[in-house]
């Protein structure tokens, strides 16, 4: 049975969707599609339905990184049916915190850039309202903590 991984942010347009896309990039480069399932899900309610966004998507073509998927908010039953749920700033892990009964599942939620290893960022920054640099910014910074968080998988099995 695959580990399941569950990548938050607010909206589930730019953060959380790139980290999806990212680590499925690096499951496949490893050949390891067969070990963990990857899902994105937003602390709102703000874009349901709606694709990545635009200019996210055009970054992580850049790198050959594909975006996929439509936005979905974090429901009650992820934290039972995810192994490992990853915030990608402070407010998405309070709010994650808030969310999750009785703190049974506190063990499971983690913030994306404790697994950098080449970044010293303590959360990933929302590229939504400015420049197509950070949005680069982004991907880069998500692909160095994908392959951290990959990385200590295999060693932790």
Known sequence: MPQKLLFVCLGNICRSPSAEGIMNHLLQQEQLTHAYQCDSAGTSSYHIGASPDRRMAAA???????????SRQVQLEDFADFDIILAMDRQNYRDLMEMNPDEQYASKIHMMCDFCTN????????????GASGFDYVI????DACSGLLENLQKTG
Request: proline content about 7%; cysteine-free; aromatic content about 12%.
């Open 60 to 70: 992580g073509l850049r790198q050959n990184i594909v975006l996929t998927g439509n």
């Open 140 to 143: 880069d910074l998500l692909v």
């Open 119 to 130: 970044f010293a960022d303590k959360e990933v920054p929302d590229p939504y309202y400015g």
